[in-house]
């Protein structure tokens, strides 16, 4: 089945610095990918909806300069957290349309970042 | 617009009874829905999709679910829970001009030995 890679499963950094997400379709091609927000014990939060080749739709009261998603092949998407604060710590998910016979979403297994 | 409802953010269950999640949506068009599970700091397992083929669902593990445009509910059930069923589990909703999915809020199994 179609599978998302996505890297790293975790990451600390400190703030002020920035961090970068990866998430890549194995073996298929993600024309579209969507990033999640999660936090503790919450349900998943929509925050961007990236298209291959432009730019990433952010949802209302996400910060598009904060989080830069680029998609610029259609097997990679990155989300980069800039200038991060604690406040910023979370679990981050990425997540693919697939299409064709066996249409649907498939997600990566996640990032938690902590910012100290 | 598409949300879906999940009822009940912790379900409690011995090992061995039923499972019943429950789910109502709401959306303008036909829905496509969807359950996941996800285990902690791991991202979402696709346990099973309603298409608008088949009413009645059969997912992984043994889970199935029923679509019922009636009560607007897609329920999850498995009719003997085992102690590896204990995790959070979502029901989403997908449809119209929309390409992504519109979450609940999730519902923590318990399974009790």
Known sequence: ?116 | AQSVTQLGSHVSVSEGALVLLRCNYSSSVPPYLFWYVQYPNQGLQLLLKYTSAATLVKGINGFEAEFKKSETSFHLTKPSAHMSDAAEYFCAVSGGGANNLFFGTGTRLTVIP
């Open chain 1, 1 to 116: 089945g179609a599978v998302v890679s996505q890297h790293p499963s975790r990451v600390i950094c400190k703030s002020g610095t920035s961090v970068k997400i990866e998430c890549r379709s194995l073996d298929f091609q993600a024309t579209t990918m969507f990033w999640y927000r999660q936090f503790p014990k919450q349900s998943l939060m929509l925050m961007a909806t990236s298209n291959e080749g432009s730019k990433a739709t952010y949802e209302q009261g996400v910060e598009k300069d904060k989080f830069l998603i680029n998609h610029a092949s259609l097997t990679l998407s990155t989300l980069t957290v800039t200038s991060a604060h604690p406040e910023d710590s979370s679990f981050y998910i990425c997540s693919a349309r697939v299409s064709g016979g066996e249409w649907g979403y498939t997600f990566g297994s996640g990032t938690r970042l902590t910012v100290v």
